[in-house]
């Protein structure tokens, strides 16, 4: 079973049109959660860290939300250039180091 | 500006050779890690290290080995190449258990 759910797994949405994001995950303790940012061929770039429920970041038209057991990424009036994958990722507070990834949620955002 | 490079953006390799792919990062970052990308797969984790020469398995290690002799340098090697190996490479750096993680931008690996 995957420890970090994203979906949909793509969104196509209008210039303009706001929607969410969403992460679901299964850890017994979360040390953190993170958003990463992916253009086709190129590698993810980070985001926003996330570690407690209720908290919140924002940057320009993103904003990441956390809860215990999800987390959503807001984006509001979104233009062309949001289209990317979304990935999110989640790190256990007994994993170490490494981070578990979800599949990503591909945008296309459409003028 | 953090950076983590990768030595090649495209390879192309036949199989049964070795493949060495390097990666440099100048944050002064103790945790490196490699991983692959496939479609429908995600980013999965092949080995990391937390220190010069120290490595650790991740979740897909076989095929492959890792070499961390300078803090700054971590390779991944594919002893012998197989068209199974195809994939998009990535390699991060992060300092400490809950820095940031920063990617480089990725070797597309193809392997004929």
């Known amino acids: 079973e995957d420890q970090v759910t994203q979906s949909p797994e793509a969104l196509r949405l209008q210039e303009g049109e706001s929607s969410s994001l969403n992460c679901s995950y299964t850890?017994?303790?979360?040390?953190?959660l993170f958003w990463y940012r992916q253009d086709p061929g190129k590698g993810p770039e980070f985001l926003f860290t996330?570690?407690?429920a209720g908290e919140e970041k924002e940057k320009e038209r993103l904003k990441a939300t956390l809860t215990k057991k999800e987390s959503f990424l807001h984006i509001t009036a979104p233009k062309p250039e949001d289209s990317a994958t979304y990935l999110c990722?989640?790190?256990?507070?007994?994993?170490?180091?490494?981070?578990?990834f979800g599949k990503g949620t591909s945008l296309l955002v459409t003028p | 500006d953090v950076k983590v490079t990768q030595s090649s953006r495209y390879l192309v390799k036949r199989t049964g050779e070795k493949v060495f792919l390097e990666c440099v990062q100048d944050?002064?970052?103790?945790?490196m890690f490699w991983y692959r990308q496939d479609p429908g797969l995600g980013l999965r984790l092949i080995y990391f290290?937390?220190?010069?020469?120290?490595?650790e398995k991740g979740d897909i290690p076989e095929g492959y080995s890792v070499s961390r002799e300078k803090k700054e340098r971590f390779s991944l090697i594919l002893e012998s190449a197989s068209t199974n190996q195809t994939s998009m490479y990535l390699c991060?750096?992060?300092?400490?258990?809950?820095?940031?993680?920063?990617f480089g931008p990725g070797t597309r690996l193809l392997v004929l």
């Open positions: 290290s937390y220190d010069v020469k120290m490595k």
């Open positions: 990722a989640v790190q256990e507070n007994d994993s170490g180091y490494a981070l578990n």
């Open positions: 991060a750096s992060r300092q400490g258990s809950r820095g940031t993680q920063y």
């Open positions: 996330l570690y407690s």
């Open positions: 850890v017994s303790g979360l040390r953190g």
């Open positions: 944050m002064d970052h103790e945790n």
